[in-house]
Structure formats: C-alpha cells, structure tokens
C-alpha cells in the first residue's frame, strides 16, 4: 500500500483477521483535528488508543505513536 490507509483498506483489513468491531481509517486526521480546535472539547479527549500488534495478533505496543520503521520492521517477519 502507497499513502494513508483509506476506509476500504481498514473495512478489508479487518476482514482479513475476522474483526467484528468497528475498525476506522482517518487518513487526513479529521477527528483529530476537530477535537484539537473545537474550545468546547477540553481535558481527556477520550479517544481509543492505539496498539501495535504483530503476526499472531501479539500486542507489541499500546498507546504512543508508531513509527513507520518499527510497523515495517514486523510486516517484513511475516
């Protein structure tokens, strides 16, 4: 895949692995982006965190951003 993740790429991802919960794709941060500006939106933002999960569905990080190096490095060992 080339560029941000599209809405079809998480809907066949999820798929692929047999997710039954919602999975999303916000490629150009929207959601984000609108918490950060809407001043009525303050203290804990409440959103889902983010985990990194290796072949297996091992849980190899939660919570902080993921490089795309450290991604790519776990896609390669499938």
Aim: aromatic share 8%; charged share 10%.
């Amino acid at each position: 895949m080339s560029g941000p993740a599209t809405q079809a790429d998480a809907a066949e991802w999820a798929n692929q692995h047999g997710l039954t919960f919602p999975v999303l794709a916000d490629p150009n941060n929207t959601g984000w982006n609108y918490i950060q500006t809407d001043p009525s939106i303050q203290g804990s933002y409440g959103l889902p965190n983010t985990q990194l999960l290796s072949p297996g569905m091992k849980v190899e990080q939660v919570n902080g951003g993921v490089s795309h190096s450290t991604a790519e490095g776990f896609l390669e060992s499938e």
